[in-house]
């Protein structure tokens, strides 16, 4: 059996094969004692994960497209190539790579001048067709000009749902609005859709026989035939004040009437007139009920409340999953715990709080810990090792998706970077390096927009304050610079006071903290 290496010895080999200062690989074997093949396979095997990991990122270029960028770019300055990138929407590495394969091509087989001369052809057919499809489409993009420009003019007048009522001189105002947008190029029905009419509202305010006046208001109605006569509804008071019915409710009083053969209306209708009456106020024994807000966690500082969850990750065949432990802090986003198993268990769970409790120093302090309502979140050695730590746990609402945010928030960041291997990790150790290398770049690098990209590392050790207070001053000298270019002011580089698990309002918030 051959000796096997660690991923980082790899990772260090295969860097100075391809760093500034590289070597050529005979020579590098000599100097590390590894077999030139063994690192011919290591650099194919580099080069396999790259190009499986960017698969599904480029597959919006074609072959054609990815060659013009490549020649596009040939001549540009690293700045240049970077702007180029950027504009383009995609990374430096792919255009390296591109690059590589055409070089590669190159040098296999020198192409056809007859096949060459073909592909020039077929470009220039299908620039045609575009061509004519452009000009089909002129008035198709005269109407929508014209359509924006009837929506930015709406906007400012009035909005709501069909069947509102509309003053003359707002509808005044439409029929202007419609004739111009029809007078640029737009069909009526479009337009009429954009203010929210419909094509015969419109017929009907521009015909003389309805006029413009809203004739809703003046229109005499008749009352609902459902509706109880003024006999009936004294009946309902009468029957509800009277000694027998006194102290029943109306889901009381309406049955005891019926076995009596009697009905006089529904124990809604009771409820409604009793209301209005003001006859329905609560004199049970019991309190009021009072509608609640559901309970949150508030945070004015690092290592006050953390949420946790699971997320499966892809193994080397289809349908296998390594599981993710992540352990996020509330207030800075920072990841202060995480681990990678085969399975999901309590006992993996106790090991990664306590683990990220001694990482941060808190043992023994309090702390929230909220989660979900998954198995290995509630399960009884995990919430008594929890109470025997001194942390408070704290769950999602039942059949509630949005309650654990912040983890779920940051498993999307997780699985939507760049190099996250789509076909899944060879082995449970490649994942935890995988894992390891994306939570120091996330807590170390990663410019978070909820903490005024700052990264969480800095918001979690108290270093922003500083940072912001340094930006700002780099603003405001720009704005002295050139005031002209400044027409609403500088950016305010601020970090909130606090966090909340649940979109809370302030004085919801001060209560909560005051009440700590």
Known sequence: MGKQYSEEFKEQVLKRVHGPNKISIPQLAKEVGVNKATIYAWKNEKALESSTADQKRTTKFSSQEKFHMVIESAAFTEHELGEYCRRKGIYVEDIMRWRNQCESSIDASKEDPKKLKSELKEEKEKTKRIERELRLKEKALAEAAALLVLRKNVQAIWGGPRGRMISASNRQLALHLIKEALHSGARLKPACDELGITPRTY??????????????????????????????????VKVANSPDYADLSP??????????????????????ILKLEKLNKHRLRSKEAIKREPATHVATG????????????????????YKLFLIVDMFSRYIVGYEVWETECASYSEQLVKKALLSQGIAGKPLILHSDNGSPMKAASFLVTLE?????????RPRVSNDNPYSEALFKTLKYRPNYPEKGFENLGAARVWAKKFVDWYNKDHMHSGISYLTPAQRHYGEGEKILSNRQKVYELARNKHPERWSKGIKEWTLPEYVSLNPIKKKEAEEILSAK
Request: aromatic share 10%; glycine share 6%.
């Open 251 to 272: 889901n009381q009083i309406v049955p005891k009437l019926a076995d009596k053969g009697k009905y006089i209306a529904s124990e809604s209708t009771f409820h409604r």
């Open 388 to 396: 025997r730590l001194g942390v408070q746990s704290s769950f999602s």
């Open 203 to 236: 017929q009907r305010w521009t015909s003389k026989t309805s006029g413009i006046e809203d004739q809703r208001p003046l229109i005499k109605r008749q009352p609902p035939q459902n509706k109880l006569t003024e006999e009936e509804r004294a009946e309902v």
């Open 302 to 321: 690092p290592n006050q409340v953390w949420t946790w969850d699971i997320t499966w990750i892809a193994g080397p065949v289809k349908g296998f999953y």
